[in-house]
C-alpha cells in the first residue's frame, strides 16, 4: 500500500493508456512474450573514412548475414549459383532488376519464383521479432500484403489458392518489380536489429556524405563519434581551427569537390588567395595524393598551392588557441615561434632540423601567429561558409542527436579510441574551468563542453569554449578520441627525418592487452567483467604482421581493419566488423572490395572469414538486453497499475 501511495499519481498517468484491468493484462501478458524472444542480431563498423561503396555493401549483407541466413534455408533446395543470384537480389534489388528484365526470357516466371523464396527468406528472417516490430518495419505500399504472406500458413490446404493469388496478382498488376525491391529492403532490416559506428566517417574516402545519408536512413542506428568526425562537427559549428584542418585534409586526400560541390561551401576565396600568395611556389610538399591520371597538372598544383597555404593558417589558429588555453597543456606545440626564418631551420626537442619547405611569406617572425589580413578575410569567410551549409548542418545534428563519445549497449563498452590513461594504470586527469575530471567524468565532461560548443548561443564564452574542446577532442593527449600525445601535422610537411614524426600513443595501447586493465575500466563504467567487452577501433589492426583484433583474451575487441583503402597496405585486408546476435560474437574480416557494378553483374560478394570470439550455451533473450530492462520496469509499473485497480485507489474506465 505504502508503494501504491507513493506512486499514485503516476499511476494514474499510466490509466490513461491503460484504462482498464483488461487492458492493463493483455499489455503485461505481450510484454513477458517479448522478454523471452531472442535478442536480436547488432551490427559494429567503425572507420569507414568516406569508403562509401564497401560500406553500404557491408551494410546490406550484414557482414554476411543474409548470405548464411539463405544457406540455412536453402541448403538442399538451391544450388550454389541460386543461393548467389538471391544473394545479390537482397542487395541491390533495383540494380539487378534492371540487368534480369533486359536478359530474361520470360520474366513472369524469374518473378514468381524468386517472390516465393523472398518470402521464405523474410518469414525466416522476421521469426524472432513480434508482428507488431515486423509490421514497423514493413513498407506502406505493401505493408498489408506482405503481412499476410509473412503469416499465412501456405501448407494449409484453406490457404494455398488466397496464397497463390495474392502472388499472381502482384504478377499480373505489373508490381513484381516493385513488391521485390520492397521485401528486399524488409529482409536487409530483419537480418540486424542495431547499427553501431564506431567512429570516423569522415576524411580520407570519396564520399562521405553518402555514408552519412545511408545512416540517416537506416532503421536503428548509433553513433560513437572518431576524431575526424569531431573535427566536422567542431567546423560546422564555426571553430575556425577545425574548420582550417578540415580543408587541409580535404586537400590532401584531393577531396574538396565533396566540400564545394556537395556541402556547397565556397572556396574562391581561398583558391584565389593560395594563387596570389602562392603563385610562383611549386608547393611540391603539399601535392594531393592522388594520381596524375585523376586530375590534370594545372588542378593538381591549385589543390597544391590551397593545401599550403590551409595549412599555414591552420598552424597559427592552432597556436591562438594553444595560448589562449592553457589547460590543453600543448605549449610544445607552439613550433612557428622555434624556426628560424632567415636559415630555413627550426629547432625541435633540442634539435635543430632544416626546413623542407621555408618559403612562408604569410608568416611574421615577430608574430608567428598572427593571422595577415588576407588571411582572416579568407578564414572569415570560410567559417559563414561552413555554419550556412545546409546539408553539412543537417549531418552534424545527426551526428548529435544519434551520437556520443562512448556508449554502453547491452554490456559492452563502445567508444571510438581509447580510455586515456597513465604508465603506472591510473587514470589520465585533465583540468576543465578549474575543476579536474579522469575516467569516465572526463568523457561525460567533454561531450557535454562539445554539446555547448555547437548548441550554445553565438559569441557566447561558453560556445566558444566548447568549440576549442571539439578541437582539442581532434588532438588532445586527454582525448579519447585521439589517444596520441601530439599530432605532428607541421613535422611530416616541413622535416624530412621521420624521427620528428614520431607520435606517441597513449598507454591505454599496451596496457589494452592485460585483463586486470580492463577490470579497473569495466569497473570505472559499472560493468560486469564477466559479461562485458570493449569494443573500439582507431589504430588500424596490423593483421598481415600477425596482429589480433581480439585483445585480453577476448574482453577488447578492435575492429579497425583497414575500411579506409589508405591503410590496407598496412592491415593487409579491407576491415574488420563484428555480428553479435543471441548465441555468438562473430568477428567478421574482409577482403578487398571492388565495386557495387561488380558485385550486381558478376554476383560478387565480399570474401569474409568469420571468427566465433565467443560462443553462449544459452541463448540471449530481450530480457538479457538494455531494452529488456526498460521492459521489465515496464511489466512492474503495470503490475503496480493492478493492484491499483483491485484495490480501489484507481477506478477503471469502461
Known amino acids: 500500500m505504502k508503494t501504491l501511495e507513493n506512486e499514485i499519481k503516476y499511476l494514474q498517468l499510466l490509466s490513461k493508456q491503460y484504462p482498464s484491468i483488461s487492458k492493463a493484462s493483455t499489455e503485461i501478458i505481450n510484454l513477458e512474450a517479448i522478454l523471452n524472444l531472442p535478442k536480436g542480431t547488432e551490427h559494429f563498423l567503425t572507420d569507414i573514412h568516406g569508403e562509401y561503396e564497401p560500406f553500404v555493401h557491408v551494410l546490406k549483407n550484414g557482414s554476411g548475414v543474409v548470405k548464411r541466413k539463405i544457406e540455412e534455408l536453402f541448403s538442399n533446395t538451391m544450388r550454389e549459383s541460386e543461393k548467389k543470384a538471391l544473394a545479390t537480389l537482397v542487395y541491390y534489388p533495383e540494380q ?51 503481412e499476410e504472406l509473412l503469416h499465412e500458413n501456405i501448407d494449409s490446404k484453406h490457404k494455398q489458392e488466397y496464397y497463390k493469388s495474392i502472388v499472381e496478382t502482384i504478377i499480373e498488376i505489373d508490381r513484381a518489380k516493385e513488391f521485390i525491391i520492397a521485401i528486399s529492403k524488409v529482409i536487409q532490416k530483419l537480418v540486424v536489429d542495431r547499427l ?9 574516402g570519396p564520399r562521405p556524405d553518402i555514408v552519412m545519408d545511408t545512416l540517416m536512413d537506416y532503421h536503428s542506428v548509433d553513433i560513437q563519434w572518431g576524431n575526424h568526425d569531431i573535427l566536422w562537427m567542431g567546423a560546422a559549428a564555426g571553430q575556425k581551427t577545425c574548420i582550417a584542418n578540415a580543408l587541409r585534409i580535404s586537400a590532401r586526400y584531393a577531396n574538396l569537390d565533396i566540400v564545394e560541390d556537395i556541402y556547397g561551401i565556397n572556396l574562391l576565396p581561398l583558391a584565389t588567395f593560395a594563387m596570389d600568395v602562392y603563385k610562383d611556389d611549386p608547393c611540391n610538399n603539399f601535392m594531393p595524393k ?105 549531418h552534424v545534428s545527426f551526428l548529435f542527436s544519434k551520437g556520443s563519445i562512448y556508449l554502453i549497449a547491452n554490456s559492452n563498452l563502445l567508444f571510438h579510441g581509447c580510455i586515456p590513461l597513465n604508465k603506472d594504470e591510473s587514470f589520465m586527469s585533465m583540468t576543465l574551468q578549474g575543476k579536474e575530471y579522469s575516467g569516465k567524468v572526463l568523457m561525460d565532461r567533454m561531450e557535454a563542453l562539445a554539446r555547448e560548443g555547437y548548441f550554445f548561443k553565438e559569441k557566447t564564452e561558453q560556445k566558444q569554449y566548447g568549440m576549442d574542446i571539439m578541437w582539442y577532442l581532434w588532438t588532445g593527449k586527454c582525448s579519447s578520441l585521439f589517444g596520441k600525445d601530439d599530432m605532428t601535422t607541421f613535422e611530416r610537411y616541413f622535416i624530412n627525418e621521420k624521427e620528428a614524426h614520431k607520435e606517441n600513443k597513449n598507454p591505454y595501447f599496451k596496457l589494452r592487452e592485460d585483463e586486470n586493465m580492463c577490470r579497473k575500466i569495466f569497473k570505472e563504467f559499472n560493468l560486469d567483467f564477466e559479461e562485458s567487452h570493449i569494443i573500439n577501433g582507431h589504430v588500424p589492426v596490423e593483421s598481415k604482421n600477425g596482429e589480433s583484433p581480439i585483445k585480453a583474451n577476448g574482453k ?78 515496464e511489466v512492474k509499473d503495470l503490475k503496480l497499475l493492478l493492484m491499483a485497480y483491485k484495490k480501489g485507489l484507481i477506478k477503471e474506465i469502461q
Do not use: W
Not at 553501431?196 to 580520407?204: A, K, P, T
Not at 624556426?339 to 615577430?366: A, F, Q, R, V, W
Not at 575487441?557 to 583497414?562: A, E, S, T, Y
Open 96 to 146: 539487378k532488376l534492371e540487368l534480369i528484365i533486359k536478359e530474361e526470357e520470360n520474366i513472369d516466371d524469374f518473378y514468381r519464383i524468386n517472390i516465393y523464396r523472398l518470402i521464405e527468406l523474410c518469414r525466416y528472417a522476421s521469426s524472432k521479432y513480434t508482428r507488431s516490430k515486423v509490421r514497423k518495419l514493413l513498407p506502406n505500399d505493401f505493408k498489408y500484403i506482405i
Open 196 to 204: 553501431h559506428i564506431i567512429g570516423d566517417i569522415y576524411d580520407r
Open 290 to 394: 592522388i594520381s596524375d591520371e585523376d586530375v590534370s597538372s594545372t588542378e593538381k598544383s591549385l589543390i597544391a598551392k590551397m593545401h599550403k597555404a590551409i595549412s599555414i593558417i591552420q598552424f597559427k589558429l592552432e597556436g591562438q588557441v594553444i595560448n589562449k588555453r592553457p589547460e590543453f597543456d600543448m605549449k610544445h606545440r607552439l613550433l612557428l615561434n622555434n624556426i628560424n626564418y632567415d636559415e630555413g631551420t627550426i629547432s625541435l626537442k633540442g634539435k635543430i632540423y632544416k626546413l623542407k619547405d621555408s618559403y612562408l611569406p604569410t608568416i611574421d617572425k615577430n608574430n608567428p601567429y598572427n593571422l595577415t589580413e588576407k588571411e582572416s578575410v579568407v578564414i572569415e569567410k570560410l567559417v559563414s561558409s561552413f555554419k550556412n551549409s545546409e546539408k553539412l548542418q543537417k
Open 556 to 633: 577488447i575487441l578492435v575492429i579497425d581493419g583497414g575500411f579506409s583503402r589508405a591503410y590496407q597496405k598496412k592491415t593487409g585486408i579491407a576491415g574488420y566488423t563484428l555480428i553479435y546476435n543471441s548465441q555468438t560474437l562473430q568477428l567478421v574480416s574482409h577482403e578487398p572490395f571492388t565495386c557495387a557494378e561488380e558485385a550486381i553483374v558478376n554476383e560478387s560478394d565480399i570474401l569474409s572469414t568469420t571468427i566465433v570470439v565467443e560462443h553462449k550455451v544459452n541463448r540471449k533473450t530481450v530480457r538479457d538486453t538494455d531494452a529488456g530492462k526498460k521492459l521489465e520496469e
